[in-house]
C-alpha cells in the first residue's frame, strides 16, 4: 500500500465550480498534512497546511482533515482556468524529521 | 530577491560522468532538503540536513552524495551518472522539521538533469 494515495486524474471540472481532491494516507500517527500546486515545468508551491481534523479555509481554498478516516481533501470554490496545474498531497510521517511523502498528485483541468 | 535557488536549471550530460549541483536559500532557514521528481511526477525525499547535520538518508544509490557547507547552502553531487538518473531534482528548506510554521517547505525551481 502506497504511504498517500492520491488520483492522478485528470480531474475536469468547468470553470467556476467547486474542484474536489483528495489524498489518503497510510500511518495514522501523521501529524501535519499540506498542499502543493506543481504548475507543469514549475516547482511545487505550498497552497495550505493542516494540522487539526476538520476545515481549514483560505481564500477559494478549503483543507479538511479527518484522521480517523486517514483522509485529507483540498476543495476548491470557484474554479478558474489559472488553477488549472497538479495538486501534490504531503504528509510528514515521521515527527521531528520533515520528512513528507508526496501523494503522485491530482492533475486538475478547469475548463472556461 | 530569490528564496531558494538552485544552479544549473539545466543540465545535459553523458552517462558515465560526475556533475554537481548546487543550492542556496537566504530565508535563514535550519533546514535544507533534496527531492527527485521522476518522469511520472512522482516526487521523493532524498536527503535532509539540519544545522548541517544530515538527519534524512534515504535509500539512494551511494553516487549521490549532498555536502552542506553552511546551513544556507546544500549542494549534491553525483557521481558516474545512469540514464534512469535523468529526473528533475528540488531543493526545499525549511526553519525546522517539527511545529507550526516551522516545518513547511519552500522549494527551489528545479534542476532538469538528462543523462544521455
Known amino acids: 500500500q502506497k504511504e498517500v494515495e492520491q488520483n492522478s486524474g485528470p480531474l475536469s471540472v468547468p470553470e467556476g465550480a467547486i474542484a474536489s481532491l483528495n489524498c489518503t494516507y497510510s500511518?495514522?500517527?501523521?501529524?501535519?498534512f499540506f498542499w502543493y500546486r506543481q504548475y507543469s515545468g514549475k516547482s511545487p508551491e505550498l497552497i495550505m497546511f493542516i494540522y487539526s481534523n476538520g476545515d481549514k479555509e483560505d481564500g477559494r481554498f478549503t483543507a479538511q482533515l479527518n484522521k480517523a478516516s486517514q483522509y485529507v481533501s483540498l476543495l476548491i470554490r470557484d474554479s478558474q482556468p489559472s488553477d488549472s496545474a497538479t495538486y501534490l498531497c504531503a504528509v510528514n510521517i515521521l515527527a521531528n524529521t520533515g520528512k513528507l511523502i508526496f501523494g503522485q498528485g491530482t492533475t486538475l483541468q478547469v475548463k472556461p | 530577491d530569490t528564496a531558494v535557488s538552485q544552479t544549473p536549471k539545466y543540465l545535459v550530460t553523458q552517462m558515465g560522468n560526475d556533475k554537481s549541483i548546487k543550492c542556496e536559500q537566504n530565508l535563514g532557514h535550519d533546514t535544507m532538503y533534496w527531492y527527485k521528481q521522476d518522469s511520472k511526477k512522482f516526487l521523493k525525499i532524498m536527503f535532509s540536513y539540519n544545522n548541517k547535520e544530515l538527519i534524512i538518508n534515504e535509500t539512494v544509490p551511494n553516487r549521490f552524495s549532498p555536502k552542506s557547507p553552511d546551513k544556507a547552502h546544500l549542494n549534491l553531487h553525483i557521481n558516474s551518472l545512469e540514464l534512469g538518473d535523468s529526473a528533475v531534482y528540488f531543493c526545499a528548506s525549511s526553519q525546522g522539521v517539527a511545529g507550526l510554521y516551522q516545518e513547511t517547505q519552500y522549494f527551489g525551481p528545479g534542476t532538469r538533469l538528462l543523462v544521455l
Open positions: 500511518d495514522r500517527g501523521s501529524q501535519s
